[in-house]
């Protein structure tokens, strides 16, 4: 691993100059003109399709009315100010999508969040390279496979006649079969269940890592004083852990109006929409099913906003916190 | 060695529970769908499979793997992984290169310019606008053009290639070699490694995406496997509201496959490619997860 830690020892030298700078900037620029073909792609690519949206936001000002060709239409718009942000905050739907989008990602933040830890801490227990090896490989398997095949697996175990259904019959907690998907109160456990189905062993990682670094001498002196392994893993383990965890969790915090489009778009169906609907599935549904332009663009709008001053201030936060935990 | 102790047993035992738990909690779904898609339709209409096939038979994945539609969109699938991966990872890491050079004039804001982008997005709408825009929908470029960037990618890269040793550009720099050279000739195969993960990564991408496909095009021969396969789910569910009765008529009018067997074995066929390609990228994927986190 030289890559993390000696890194600035590494990098191309800069040769020490008299003056600071060599030449103008013109001359720089000049000699580096093969460096900025190859930033080009990139660059024009991140344009189009980062900043070009960022122009079409104005979409949530006017009132676009689809038809006619593209860009006529869009300039020849009636300009409404915020009169769609307004229409957003007053029709109702609001509250709903805002109480679904909370609910999804912090019950999947509930469940979520302690289960890669718990994961950590159980495969660091483990001897056996081989189990170890056989368990890491099964338990990042869901986290490559799209929603798409995630979706039609959970469907097929929640239905009727599925293994959910059936074990809780077994155990006498159900006499019928629950229809899971027929009944809009199941769907947020649905949700933080199978965002924790699908995550959980990936994000053990992270804390695999950590735990890789902790120095084994801790362990030692934890054993002359008589430790029991739960001990160790109380004293040792989970305090090495603690900083990681800190920042790991500000972050997600950071993240709480992503509360998914796929999972939610993939399992729902309209009995269940009062309890499914997130903000991306809304924005899809009335942007580009109910071709509602603007109102959708003026909902995205608001949820970008929000979302940037979210992940600003965790990152903020978050760093701060590090720094503290470095002394 | 100490001898355990009572305690430590008992802790063992429940840690391995708890993982033998979480592993046939990840594993037993998969399992679940191959039993059923290899089951023969009219049987599975009974119910009551959970851990083994009942009645062995191939007939769904006879059926899908002869279906034009499903083998055209596996084509499509194929043809958008096999162009996409390698010009994304060009793009990228072409882009990597230049941001790891210390001296580059405006470094900073363009690297701002990139990091952004991870942080503000205009939301569908206006994206969906510009594909429109330039005239996309509906085109496969759309699979292709708005994935080549990837900043997260790019960082990965960026702090591998600031790792590695600084002489061996200077030295290519004093031979007169110009900066595409140095890329091409020794930037390029020292990533080598980082490149293949990220390549991987993007691979996987490709072949898992359908929202593009299932939203930006309307042309049913630009339709991926996972776009069908959301089709597929979608008829599922819209018939799972059907009640049982008519189910039970619909089966037996056809006898030999039922949508269900369909759906678990196009399920499988779209599962397959993953299971057999995650496992190598497993030691890649681990370092560059962390690295990423420490970097960001």
Same mark, same amino acid.
């Given at each position: 691993?030289?890559?993390?830690?000696?890194?600035?020892?590494?990098?191309?030298?800069?040769?020490?100059?008299?003056?600071?700078?060599?030449?103008?900037?013109?001359? !720089?620029? !000049?000699?580096?003109?093969?460096?900025?073909?190859?930033?080009?792609?990139?660059?024009?690519?991140?344009?189009?399709?980062?900043?070009?949206?960022?122009?079409?936001?104005?979409?949530? &000002?006017?009132?676009?009315?689809?038809?006619?060709?593209?860009?006529?239409?869009?300039?020849?718009?009636?300009?409404?100010?915020?009169?769609?942000? +307004?229409? #957003? &905050?007053?029709?109702?739907?609001?509250?709903?999508?805002?109480?679904?989008?909370?609910?999804?990602?912090?019950?999947? @933040?509930?469940?979520?969040?302690?289960?890669?830890?718990?994961?950590?801490?159980?495969?660091?227990?483990?001897?056996?390279?081989?189990?170890?090896?056989?368990?890491?490989?099964?338990?990042?398997?869901?986290?490559?496979?799209?929603?798409?095949?995630?979706?039609?697996?959970?469907?097929?175990?929640?239905?009727? +006649?599925?293994?959910?259904?059936?074990?809780?019959?077994?155990?006498?907690?159900?006499? +019928?079969?629950?229809?899971?998907?027929?009944?809009?109160?199941?769907?947020?456990?649905?949700?933080?269940?199978?965002n924790t189905w699908k995550d959980m062993g990936f994000n053990a990682i992270m804390y695999l890592a950590a735990i890789a670094s902790i120095n084994p001498e801790l362990y030692e002196a934890a054993k002359v004083d008589?430790?029991?392994?739960?001990?160790?893993?109380?004293?040792?383990?989970?305090?090495?852990?603690?900083?990681?965890?800190?920042?790991?969790?500000?972050?997600?915090?950071?993240?709480?109006?992503?509360?998914?489009?796929?999972?939610?778009? @993939?399992?729902?169906?309209?009995?269940?929409?009062?309890?499914?609907?997130?903000?991306?599935?809304?924005?899809?549904?009335?942007?580009?099913?109910?071709?509602?332009?603007?109102?959708?663009?003026?909902?995205?709008?608001?949820?970008?906003?929000?979302? #940037?001053?979210?992940?600003?201030?965790?990152?903020?936060?978050?760093?701060?916190?590090?720094?503290?935990?470095?002394? | 060695?100490?001898?355990?102790?009572?305690?430590?047993?008992?802790?063992?035992?429940?840690?391995?529970?708890?993982?033998?738990?979480?592993?046939?909690?990840?594993?037993?779904?998969?399992?679940?769908?191959?039993?059923?898609?290899?089951?023969?339709?009219?049987?599975?209409?009974?119910?009551?499979?959970?851990?083994?096939?009942?009645?062995?038979?191939?007939?769904?994945?006879?059926?899908?793997?002869?279906?034009?539609?499903?083998?055209?969109?596996?084509?499509?699938?194929?043809?958008?992984?096999?162009?996409?991966?390698?010009?994304?990872?060009?793009?990228?890491?072409?882009?990597?290169?230049?941001?790891?050079?210390?001296?580059?004039?405006?470094?900073?804001?363009?690297? *701002?310019?990139?990091?952004?982008?991870?942080?503000?997005?205009?939301?569908?709408?206006?994206?969906?606008?510009?594909?429109?825009?330039?005239?996309?929908?509906?085109?496969?470029?759309?699979?292709? *053009?708005?994935?080549?960037?990837?900043?997260?990618?790019?960082?990965?890269?960026?702090?591998?290639?600031?790792?590695?040793?600084?002489?061996?550009?200077?030295?290519?720099?004093?031979?007169?070699?110009?900066?595409?050279?140095?890329?091409?000739?020794?930037?390029?195969?020292?990533?080598?490694?980082?490149?293949?993960?990220?390549?991987?990564?993007?691979?996987?991408?490709?072949?898992?995406?359908?929202?593009?496909?299932?939203?930006?095009?309307?042309?049913?021969?630009?339709?991926?496997? $996972?776009?069908?396969?959301?089709?597929?789910?979608?008829?599922?569910?819209?018939?799972?509201?059907?009640?049982?009765? $008519?189910?039970?008529?619909?089966?037996?009018?056809?006898?030999?496959?039922?949508?269900?067997?369909?759906?678990?074995?196009?399920?499988?066929?779209?599962?397959?490619?993953?299971?057999?390609?995650?496992?190598?990228?497993?030691?890649?994927?681990?370092?560059?997860?962390?690295?990423?986190?420490?970097?960001?």
């Amino acid at each position: 691993m030289n890559t993390a830690a000696n890194t600035a020892a590494l990098r191309p030298k800069t040769t020490p100059k008299a003056g600071g700078k060599p030449g103008g900037i013109g001359r !720089r620029l !000049r000699q580096q003109k093969m460096l900025w073909l190859m930033i080009l792609p990139a660059f024009v690519c991140t344009l189009l399709f980062s900043y070009g949206p960022l122009f079409g936001l104005y979409m949530a &000002f006017i009132n676009y009315q689809p038809g006619g060709p593209f860009l006529e239409s869009f300039f020849k718009s009636e300009f409404v100010g915020l009169q769609w942000f +307004e229409y #957003f &905050f007053t029709n109702g739907d609001f509250w709903i999508i805002m109480r679904n989008t909370l609910a999804q990602s912090l019950l999947s @933040l509930l469940f979520g969040f302690p289960a890669p830890i718990l994961l950590a801490l159980a495969i660091n227990e483990v001897k056996s390279g081989a189990f170890k090896k056989i368990f890491q490989t099964v338990s990042y398997l869901p986290h490559f496979i799209s929603w798409v095949i995630a979706a039609n697996i959970i469907i097929t175990l929640l239905s009727s +006649e599925g293994l959910v259904n059936k074990v809780l019959m077994l155990l006498h907690l159900t006499d +019928e079969p629950i229809a899971f998907f027929q009944n809009g109160h199941y769907f947020w456990w649905i949700i933080a269940s199978s965002n924790t189905w699908k995550d959980m062993g990936f994000n053990a990682i992270m804390y695999l890592a950590a735990i890789a670094s902790i120095n084994p001498e801790l362990y030692e002196a934890a054993k002359v004083d008589g430790a029991s392994r739960l001990r160790q893993m109380m004293h040792v383990t989970l305090p090495a852990l603690k900083p990681t965890i800190v920042i790991l969790l500000i972050l997600a915090v950071g993240g709480v109006l992503n509360a998914g489009f796929d999972q939610q778009y @993939l399992l729902q169906n309209d009995l269940v929409l009062q309890y499914s609907d997130v903000i991306d599935t809304y924005t899809y549904r009335y942007g580009l099913q109910n071709g509602m332009f603007s109102y959708a663009s003026a909902v995205g709008l608001f949820k970008s906003v929000v979302a #940037f001053i979210l992940v600003l201030t965790v990152n903020r936060i978050a760093k701060k916190v590090n720094d503290q935990s470095l002394f | 060695m100490r001898s355990k102790t009572w305690g430590d047993a008992v802790y063992s035992g429940v840690v391995y529970a708890f993982l033998i738990a979480v592993l046939l909690a990840t594993f037993y779904p998969f399992w679940n769908v191959l039993i059923l898609s290899v089951n023969s339709a009219s049987d599975t209409i009974r119910g009551g499979i959970y851990f083994w096939p009942r009645e062995l038979s191939f007939t769904s994945y006879r059926e899908i793997l002869t279906d034009n539609e499903i083998l055209h969109s596996v084509g499509v699938t194929v043809a958008r992984t096999l162009i996409g991966t390698p010009l994304t990872v060009l793009v990228i890491s072409l882009l990597a290169y230049p941001l790891s050079n210390r001296e580059l004039v405006l470094r900073k804001p363009v690297t *701002l310019y990139f990091i952004f982008t991870m942080y503000f997005s205009g939301g569908l709408i206006p994206y969906y606008m510009i594909l429109k825009g330039l005239n996309l929908i509906d085109s496969f470029w759309v699979f292709i *053009l708005p994935g080549l960037m990837n900043v997260f990618y790019m960082i990965l890269i960026r702090t591998y290639i600031e790792g590695l040793p600084g002489e061996l550009v200077e030295s290519a720099k004093i031979d007169g070699a110009n900066d595409l050279h140095i890329y091409f000739r020794i930037i390029l195969p020292l990533t080598l490694p980082v490149l293949a993960t990220i390549a991987l990564f993007t691979a996987i991408g490709h072949w898992n995406a359908w929202f593009d496909s299932y939203v930006f095009t309307y042309n049913p021969d630009l339709k991926t496997l $996972q776009a069908v396969l959301v089709k597929i789910l979608n008829q599922y569910q819209t018939g799972s509201m059907v009640s049982d009765a $008519q189910k039970m008529a619909d089966s037996a009018k056809r006898l030999a496959v039922s949508s269900d067997t369909i759906r678990m074995a196009a399920t499988m066929v779209a599962t397959l490619p993953i299971v057999l390609v995650y496992p190598f990228l497993q030691r890649y994927f681990v370092k560059g997860m962390t690295l990423g986190a420490v970097k960001s």
